[in-house]
């Protein structure tokens, strides 16, 4: 099957191009990606020289770019391309609707023309909106996005939606929950907390810290993803979520005890507006119909993921040295001081 995968120089993607070429022989995959400030083709190192990869630098919502890419004879899409946190798209909601919107339209014509066998949206519980105490997120929940960020990826999953219902192209949604482990940019909470940890840096923790997300090791998610890119049924959604609920603090507290760091390191900041408050995946469609498990429980998974961080160090003090460190202070300076 010849796939295109598009953002696979981030975090999720690279994990998945990586874990389709160790598990499928037979597997050609094209990775576009736009390498913006989260993309890095250093995720790739280990898969650069196998035959059976190749990279394109190229932006999704470029129709002409992504029209010769096409040319090159596609079987599957799945589309991780996208803008994908959450203070940023408050920041600067514009490129949200760009890429996650724009973006999935475009592949999503260019792939109904070419007749591909497959189009995976990868999307995510925040499409749902936010949890009580009570309850968890199915598929047939109504769709309340909340933040930038989260309606325009509701936004792509609404074309998606109507390319299967309008056109018969063979799609399929999968809604993930929260992902960690290698390679995740430290501006998403695992990492931040790894990174800053390491660096005797303060972790800033948003409001009272009681907001909740349900983790799941990224090696689980590709897993699912290679189930639903080959046995997905087409127009289906299909949640993915580990049942590993935590607060934010208690996994600050986690990461610091790990590291033997002293829990004064948190610090309470301005919390984020609009946050959503809980996200819980009820994942029992994807267990019971394609028979996916989850391989890593989180103590694993937060063991695996804070020993790449030590023995990575080069790869994100990289990172930390560019465009990200004025971002980060801008954002998290600012937050601090207005708390001290
Ligand atoms: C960066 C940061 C985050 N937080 C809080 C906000 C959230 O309650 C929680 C996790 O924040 P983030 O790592 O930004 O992730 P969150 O907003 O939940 O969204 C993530 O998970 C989603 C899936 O649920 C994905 O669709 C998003 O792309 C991904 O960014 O930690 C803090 O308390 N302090 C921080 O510095």
């Not at 009570?134 to 309606?151: K, M, Q, V």
Request: net charge negative; aromatic share 12%; glycine share 8%.
């Amino acid at each position: 099957m010849r796939i295109l995968v598009t953002g696979g120089a981030g975090f999720i993607g690279s994990n998945f191009i990586v874990y389709m070429l160790n598990k499928h022989a037979d597997c050609k995959i094209f990775n576009v990606d736009l390498l913006t400030y989260s993309g890095n083709l250093n995720n790739l190192i280990k898969v650069e020289n196998n035959p059976n990869y190749k990279f394109i630098k190229a932006d999704i919502a470029n129709r002409t770019e992504v029209n010769q890419i096409f040319k090159l004879g596609i079987d599957a899409v799945v589309n991780f391309a996208a803008e994908s946190h959450v203070d940023r798209s408050i920041m600067a909601p514009d490129i949200f609707v760009k890429t996650n919107v724009l973006g999935t339209q475009v592949l999503l014509e260019e792939a109904r023309l070419n007749k591909v066998s497959k189009f995976v949206q990868i999307s995510t519980d925040e499409v749902y909106g936010s949890l009580g105490e009570e309850g968890f997120f199915n598929e047939e929940t109504p769709l309340l996005p909340n933040s930038p960020y989260s309606a325009s990826k509701a936004g792509g999953d609404f074309l998606v939606r109507a390319y299967y219902e309008t056109y018969g192209l063979p799609t399929v949604i999968t809604r993930c929950s929260n992902n960690y482990g290698p390679f995740q940019f430290p501006e998403k909470l695992i990492p931040l907390i790894i990174v800053n940890a390491l660096s005797e840096k303060a972790i800033p923790i948003y409001g009272d810290g009681l907001y909740i997300r349900d983790w799941l090791y990224v090696e689980d998610h590709c897993s699912a993803i290679d189930l639903v890119l080959n046995r997905g049924v087409n127009g289906e959604v299909y949640n993915i979520g580990g049942n590993n609920e935590r607060t934010n603090l208690q996994l600050a507290k986690t990461v610091l005890r790990e590291l033997s760091k002293p829990e004064t390191m948190i610090q309470f900041v301005q919390d984020r507006p609009g946050h959503d408050r809980r996200y819980g995946i009820d994942s029992k469609k994807i267990r019971s119909q394609l028979g996916w498990n989850p391989m890593y429980d989180f103590e694993t998974g937060i063991r695996n993921t804070i020993h790449w961080y030590l023995q990575n160090q080069d790869w994100w003090k990289d990172i930390e040295a560019g465009e990200y460190r004025n971002y980060y202070l801008k954002q998290y300076g600012t937050r601090m001081s207005v708390n001290q």
